[in-house]
């Protein structure tokens, strides 16, 4: 099947301080992953996993360390602005600083249809964006001449993915939506974006923390860990069956909405982030409750276990067949 | 309109308009005057104020009234032009080494500093004695212009860089907005009171910079400003020989000035604070 | 039968706004009755901007203008004495504050002090609150507290921004139970944190309630926290209480439709059916719709819901809920 993106070994650096003390530290560490058309793939994990710092390399707001970033079929050089010719488009976190407080939010929109000659004039434009917020659940009248402080924050949600749509693009980068969202909301914004993949066929990059919604609403999920992505597959096999040691822990830890369901045992939490970025083997080795030599000196491969990929020394080839041999 | 009414709940706001107004009238008075301030003796010496001078006149035979009605046009000619000059320079510096950042952020800056920590007044005294050939309301202007933007350039950097990094700039880049646009319709709202408030500040200190020059007669004493008026009369020993009609009508007109521009610039920015205003949108 | 530590009667908290010589009273907290038991976590959820943290400053005492107490009181129990909160002055209420009731907020950035040591922030908070003690006998009591909670020692010699934001939390939250208040509330304590941390601080928390057998009164909007650690839990709309009942009977059997909404948009793994959330947008606390307020969402919306706020009807004796569908309530005074 074709695909619509394709990650090539991304990496990118972070270097602080001074030119005498300098810190390196490796965000994202050597990532790759691709998208499918009409596809929501979620990439989840914890603050700091680099998620995030994933996400604006491939809006081009970043520019990668090392590695590619291919969109259907060709590879963005430096400096190009992936949103005006790839068809991305992108919705961020906190829905009240996606807007200018001191501008009305219509304005976003003509704009958007001015700068991508979208519409002739002014009535095609004012068509077009009705249609846009029909999608989403809203009208032209109920928003024009408006602040951003006269909606909700749910409303302005999904009023920043009807302002994504105008140029109709085929990838959505949608980074925490929902996590500054009421929860009695977010449904709405969630199974907005499978709407979309069933109605329109937009792939969306769905960025989050929380796995219970990435189960929801997407296809296939990538978890990350302190930069690399240790388990990555259908989301039915993931999140049902994880694999992975932190995948298993980030599940568990996940508080369940039915008393029955309490946690009834303990957890260790790591004190040292830093600590774990800089490991040489697995970053996880620190905290994992099946810890073995090897996972302290070498970073694990890839590993296909069913139809997911783990990256954990627990089944690799060499591993396997020790165990066997025990 | 609903702007200029909820200013004028402001008593400060109401009282320095006034001043201001009142001043105004007499900046465009000059153009009925009937005398040529440049010219001497036009009017009998040391008159008191009386019925046919309303305030009197002085030892150089000029109709004080008049002569002070172009003194006021004068300076506020002057702080306008270093007013606005300055804040054109603060806001593009400003903005580019904000947005722009890397090299370009640090020559800018560098320059930014350095008027900082220069003591600024031997520098414009110097200058001003340069220049005093060529020395008028322009040239004048200009040289205050050059002096006054550093410190503002470098809050509204701060500012830009602030909002550099908030949603709504990656909002505007994927509306395909450019830089330019980007930086005028998203930023400038921001900036805007900053501008307005220290424009008024600045005009301020550019009066009271002009004060001081021409008292140190370092300015085009041929042109009448509140400076160049307290200069002769201070020259002429206005004060010692009684003439105080002649030494207190620019002092007093200055001192209006300056509490006018205070209480204007302090009502206005607190009008426009972003903070307020954006609370006000939501009201 | 459980004895009642903390009791609301008809608490009223507006805030009274003065815009542009126009007043705007927004009412918070509008008419609440608690009555929160000894040794129970009772939870409160509801979404931003329902009256919430309104309401915890309420309960702590801590009512500044612009917020009013318009009507109402606020009754702790304080050694078997029933004391009403309004009638105590500033230094009884700051006695009472970390002794009696202690406070965890969503940040902890703002109560640990940033520029010293947590060692002088532990000092000095002992130092203020129990007399007689010196400076060692203080510490002493602060690293008993710490290895109580398990919490490792070195972090004592840490500045707050060394640590990552779950120890902080935690940090807070030792701090806060220091001095075995009988009521700890948390305002959205594990908000901000992920899902691996906010579990370790869900833990300590129940560790602290389960040594020290208080109450905790936990305000978070994340149902699925409320479902692991509440005991009772509160559903808060616009400022009222609209349901209230045992945890179990809250997911298991919610009788009010916004509860309804509330759990059954919850994502649940295994099960990838469509879910709904709630219709429209929440109330505006400043311009309250007339009757009950949650008749605009309501998709059972009735006549009498648009003209009067019903009372609370007892399903089981610990189950209330104040809605129309379910019975007319008691008349509410």
Redesign the interface.
């Known amino acids: 099947m074709e695909k619509l993106l394709e990650i090539d070994q991304l990496t990118k650096v972070f270097s602080f301080g001074s030119i005498l003390s300098k810190i390196k530290l490796t965000a994202v560490d050597n990532i790759s992953f691709d998208i499918k058309p009409a596809e929501i793939f979620a990439l989840a994990g ?2 700091g996993c680099g998620k995030s710092t994933t996400a604006r390399m491939i809006m081009g707001f970043e520019s990668p360390t090392s590695g590619q970033i291919i969109h259907s079929g060709t590879e963005v050089a430096k400096n190009e602005k992936v949103w005006f010719t790839q068809g991305i488009q992108a919705i961020f976190q906190d829905p009240f600083g996606t807007f200018n407080p001191l501008r009305t939010v219509d304005r976003y929109f003509f704009e958007t249809v001015k700068n991508y000659k979208l519409a002739k004039n002014k009535t095609d434009a004012i068509k077009l964006i009705d249609a846009k917020l029909k999608a989403v659940g809203l009208s032209y009248e109920e928003f024009a001449g408006k602040y951003p402080s006269e909606f ?4 302005l949600q999904r009023i920043s993915v009807a302002r994504s749509l105008l140029t109709d693009p085929k990838l959505l980068i949608a980074d925490e939506p929902v996590s500054m969202v ?7 914004i ?2 907005l974006f ?1 709407e979309l993949k069933e109605n329109f066929g937009v792939s969306v990059l769905y960025i989050t ?1 929380d ?3 990435a ?2 609403v997407s296809d296939r999920i990538a978890i990350m860990f302190r930069g690399d992505i240790v388990e990555m597959g259908p989301v039915e096999q993931v ?2 069956e994880p694999k992975h040691p932190y995948t298993q ?3 568990e ?11 009834n045992y ?2 260790d ?1 790591s ?1 040292l ?1 830093y600590e774990e970025y800089m490991r040489k083997g697995c970053k996880f080795a620190g905290r994992c409750p099946q810890v073995m030599e090897i996972c302290k000196a070498e970073m694990p491969q890839d590993t296909q276990v069913g139809k997911a990929f783990v990256k954990c020394h627990l089944y690799s080839e060499s591993q396997k067949s020790q165990n066997e041999v025990i | 309109m609903k702007i200029l009414k ?1 200013l004028f ?1 402001d008593y400060r706001f109401v009282v320095s308009f006034g001043i201001l107004c009142f001043l105004l009238t007499l900046a465009l008075l000059t153009f009925f005057s009937p005398y040529d301030p440049a010219l001497w003796g036009e009017v009998p010496r040391d008159m008191p104020p009386s019925s046919e001078f309303l305030l009197g006149t002085n030892s150089k035979g000029q109709d004080v009234f008049w002569l002070s009605c172009f003194a006021v046009r004068n300076s506020l000619t002057v702080a306008l032009i270093a007013g606005i000059l300055s804040r054109v320079i603060a806001v593009t510096v400003g903005m580019v080494a904000g947005y722009k950042g890397g090299l370009t952020d640090r020559v800018l800056m560098f320059i930014s500093d350095s008027l900082l920590v220069i003591p600024l007044f031997l520098i414009i005294v110097m200058l001003a004695m340069l220049v005093r050939e060529m020395m008028n309301l322009l040239t004048l202007g200009l040289l205050l212009a050059c002096f006054g933007w550093a410190w503002d350039a470098r809050v509204i950097r701060s500012q830009i860089l602030s909002l550099r990094e908030r949603e709504f700039t990656q909002t505007a880049i994927l509306s395909g907005t450019g830089t330019l646009k980007l930086v005028l319709k998203e930023y400038m709202p921001f900036a805007t009171p900053l501008v307005f408030s220290t424009l008024i500040n600045n005009m301020a200190w550019s009066i009271g910079m002009e004060m001081t020059l021409a008292i140190l007669g370092l300015t085009n004493l041929d042109i009448p400003t509140l400076g160049t008026m307290i200069q002769w009369a201070v020259s002429y020993q206005a004060m010692l020989l009684g003439y105080w009609w002649w030494i207190l009508t620019p002092v007093i007109l200055s001192v209006f000035l300056f509490v006018a521009l205070y209480w204007l610039s302090v009502s206005i920015s607190e009008y426009l604070d972003p903070r307020t205003r954006v609370q ?1 949108v939501g ?1 | 039968m459980n004895k009642t530590i903390l009791k609301t009667d008809h608490l009223k908290a507006f805030y009274v706004l003065d ?3 126009t007043q ?1 009273v927004v009412k918070a907290v509008n008419d609440v009755n608690l009555d929160i038991q000894e040794n129970e976590v009772y939870g409160i959820a509801g ?2 901007g329902c009256g919430k943290t309104t309401l915890l400053k309420a309960l702590v005492a801590a009512i500044e203008p612009p917020l009013r107490l318009m009507d109402g009181k606020i009754l702790y129990q304080v050694n078997g004495k029933e004391i009403d909160v309004a009638s105590l002055d500033q230094e009884a209420k700051r006695k009472l504050r970390w002794e009696y009731i202690s406070y965890v907020p969503q940040g902890s950035m703002s109560v640990l002090n940033p520029v010293t040591k947590l060692k002088e922030t532990y000092r000095d908070f002992i130092g203020s609150h129990v007399s007689g003690k010196s400076k060692d006998e203080a510490f002493e009591i602060a690293k008993e507290h710490l290895l109580d909670l398990g919490l ?1 020692l070195k972090i004592l010699d840490a500045y707050p921004h060394q ?2 934001g ?2 902080r939390q935690r940090v807070t939250i030792a701090l806060a139970t220091l001095l075995k208040p009988r009521i700890i509330i948390g305002d959205e304590p594990t908000t901000a944190l ?7 601080v ?2 300590l928390l129940k560790d602290i309630q389960g040594k020290l057998q208080n109450t905790i009164i936990l305000v978070t ?8 650690v509440a005991d009772r839990v509160g559903i808060m709309y616009a400022g009222k209480i609209v349901e209230e009942a045992p ?2 009977t809250i ?2 059997n919610p009788a009010h439709p916004y509860t309804q ?3 059954d ?6 099960d ?1 059916s ?5 219709p429209g ?2 109330p505006d606390l400043g311009n309250l719709p007339s009757g009950c307020p949650f008749h605009p969402r309501c998709p059972h919306v009735m006549e009498i819901c648009k003209q009067e706020m019903p009372g609370y009807t007892k399903l089981e004796p610990n189950h209330r809920v104040a809605c129309w569908l379910v019975g007319e309530g008691e008349r509410l005074s």
């Open positions: 914890e603050s909700s924050g749910g409303q009421d929860a009695s909301l977010r449904m709405s969630v199974n499978k923390h796995l219970a919604t189960y929801y999140l049902m822990l980030l599940r830890s996940i508080p369940e909405a039915d008393p029955e369901k309490r946690w303990k957890i939490l004190e982030e | 909820d709940k006000r009201a | 815009v542009h010589g705007k979404e931003s490792p640590l990552s779950g120890m992920d899902v691996v941390v906010q579990r370790g869900v833990q909007h994340d149902m699925g926290v409320q479902a692991n945890t179990e997911y298991g909404y509330l759990i948009s919850l994502p649940k793994f295994g990838k469509t879910r709904k959330s709630v947008s929440p």
